[in-house]
């Protein structure tokens, strides 16, 4: 079994944004590489922050149909941590545990 690949919103980001075609080609091909191969994993905390660039902060706003497919086909499969009241009693233990 592959190791699971945490992506930050700013993969994501960098996969949309054609400004600095370097990280974007990094960026895509991490993804694609990890969500053919379903290693690749998201939280709802990056879902929430990629569509407020994508709503909001980005030049180019993603349609009403952008939105649903980009969650649909993409962001959905990929999503595997989410909220919960147990989640954050556990981040608050492993913080006092840890330091």
Known sequence: MSAKVFFDTNILVYARDDRDPRKQRIASRLLTQHGTSRT?????????????????KASHKISPIERRNCWRLFLRPLLFVHSSTILFS??????????
Do not use: P, W
């Open 40 to 56: 690749g994993i998201i939280s709802y905390q990056v879902v929430q922050e990629l569509f407020n660039v994508l709503l909001v």
């Open 90 to 99: 556990e981040a608050i233990r492993i913080r006092s545990d840890t330091g």
